[in-house]
């Protein structure tokens, strides 16, 4: 099931004995296992037990499991970034999968996928991804109106835009923005572009936007800001090529948005949104970019030439090519 089905499900009445809540989107992931706890355990102090995955060891995971609740008709161990082979699913680990107990409750909260755990029956998958816009809108919309605060479908848009949909900064920088309106007030474009911080990585990402656009006054401008908010040429250059190459990978890839995300370390939202905009350059033009960036960021590394003027060279070429 999807994140934003977990509560209605418990609601029902659906209550299973191993859940897996897997996905890039860290906010939905922590609100999940906080939502699981709420509806399945009383006395958390005594009834949840913390493992980390990569240090685990499985008898205390198993004692743990077979522990009797107190003053709870469940007791629940929860276990993060947990990516076993599986000959490591044995023993009683492997029953507790097949057969598990009514009064345990075994969460796995995973940032990336891994598929052993989803071949039992028992373990219920709960999908913690990248939220599409329009569920943003409606969550930052919710969000404001608890405050008696108005914003528009197009400036909550303009939000998750500006935090590349990631819900963590979504969440921080619309309590900020509501804190601005006050109660009564409005959230408004002039409010977001005042407040709401754009990362260099979206920086990036929007000067990518309007070369592709053909843009290039604006793309120009956006470089000046970053200049003009303390990024120096050497970073600049560093960015724009991490941000190519990610374009040509997700360009040149035949694997899924998944696996590309998990061979670059970034998030499969970042893959998507990097393959539409892949989608407006010709592939040749991408490496010819990736090429002149590497030499370009060794040169300003070894001391060769200026980062100043390296970084203009290479804008221009990527715009003119």
Known sequence: MLFSELKKSLDNGEKFSVYLLEGEERYFRALALETLKTALVKEPE??????????????????????????????????????????????????????????????????????????????????????????????????????????????????????????????????????????????????????????????????????AKKKFDLAIGVINDMLNKGETHGRIISAVYNYFRRLLF?????????????????????VKKAKEQAAAFKVRSLKNAVDRLVDADYAVKSGNMSADELMWINVFKIMTA
């Open 46 to 211: 005594l009834n949840i037990a913390t493992f980390d995955g990569d240090a685990l060891d499985l008898g205390e995971v198993l004692s743990s499991l077979t522990a009797m609740p107190f003053l709870s008709e469940r007791r629940m161990t929860v276990i993060k970034e947990f990516y076993p082979t599986a000959a490591a699913i044995k023993g009683g680990f492997r029953d507790f999968l097949e057969k598990p107990t009514e009064q345990a409750v075994l969460v796995i909260v995973n940032e990336k996928p891994h598929e052993i755990f989803k071949k039992f029956d028992k373990v219920c998958q709960v999908v913690c991804k990248t939220a599409d816009v329009s569920v943003i809108v409606r969550w930052i919309k919710a969000t404001a109106k608890m405050s008696d605060v108005t914003v528009s479908d197009s400036v909550c848009a303009l939000v998750a835009e500006y935090c590349l949909s990631d819900m963590t900064r979504i969440k921080n920088e619309t309590e900020k923005l509501i804190a601005y309106a006050g109660k009564g007030g409005e959230i408004n474009e002039e409010t977001v572009n005042l407040l709401v911080y754009r990362s260099a990585e979206y920086k990036i990402y929007e000067m990518t936007d309007y070369i």
């Open 250 to 270: 997700s360009a040149i890839s035949d694997k899924s948005s998944a696996e590309t995300a998990e061979l670059l370390g970034i998030k499969e939202f970042a």
